[in-house]
């Protein structure tokens, strides 16, 4: 069965560093995603993107978030400047349609900022 | 430093027996619902899902109801296994819209 695979699984990062976590979706999905999940709490929407622009996000997608689709497999979210609020598990997601079809998740990148 | 998460309801159930986890949802927007599974260390794994015009679904030893006058959600389990052990969250997302919003979740513990 075809799934999300992200890399790395884990990232220690210095506060103030950039990190970028990469993610390859589905093959023949369309709309990707970013969701955080700090530990402990809920799963957290974090941006959609879709033909090449992001399509929603959140309050929490500041401007210290970007993402990219670099070529035709990859899926990146890259944090500019990480802060010690950062730290929690990064999941990413596809589907093949943008509503009333499942979004289909990743394992995730535990991101830990010292 | 610590973290302060939230505290998940439990629900344990003896094996073989059939299990029901349930969700209530806030949003009266919500059109499209879906349960995800989450086992230690993974990410959410899709279970099934609904829409709203519906107000049942089933799949393989799973069903979904939807009570939307109630704004409730629930994921029943057939004969559960050791190996359904995990934590479940539902999972709404409102019309037109891509972002999911998950609840809090439940963690099911399968009793051998």
């Known amino acids: 069965e075809p799934e999300v695979t992200q890399t790395p699984s884990h990232q220690v990062t210095q506060m103030g560093q950039e990190v970028i976590l990469r993610c390859v979706p589905i093959?023949?999905?369309?709309?990707f995603y970013w969701y955080r999940q700090i530990l402990g709490q809920k799963v957290e929407f974090l941006v959609s993107?879709?033909?090449?622009?992001?399509?929603?996000k959140s309050e929490i997608f500041d401007d210290q978030f970007s993402v990219e689709r670099p070529d035709g497999s990859n899926f990146t979210l890259k944090i500019r400047s990480t802060k010690l609020e950062d730290s929690a598990m990064y999941f990413c997601?596809?589907?093949?349609?943008?509503?009333?079809?499942?979004?289909?998740f990743g394992d995730g990148t535990r991101l830990s900022i010292l | 430093g610590e973290s302060v998460g939230l505290h998940l309801p439990t629900l344990s159930v003896q094996e073989g027996d059939n299990s029901i986890i349930n969700c209530a949802y806030s949003n009266s927007a919500s059109d499209y619902f879906i349960w995800y599974k989450q086992e230690s260390g993974k990410g959410p794994q899709f279970i099934i899902d609904?829409?709203?015009?519906?107000d049942k679904r089933q799949g393989q030893r799973v069903t979904v109801l939807l009570n939307k006058t109630v704004k409730h959600l629930s994921l029943q389990i057939a004969a559960t296994q050791p190996g359904d052990s995990a934590v479940y969250f539902c999972?709404?997302?409102?019309?037109?819209?891509?972002?999911?919003?998950f609840g809090t979740g439940t963690k099911l513990q399968v009793i051998p």
């Open positions: 993107f879709y033909n090449n622009e992001i399509s929603e």
């Open positions: 999972a709404e997302t409102k019309g037109g819209y891509q972002k999911v919003t």
């Open positions: 609904i829409r709203s015009n519906m």
């Open positions: 997601a596809s589907s093949e349609a943008g509503i009333n079809q499942p979004q289909h």
């Open positions: 093959s023949n999905h369309l709309y």
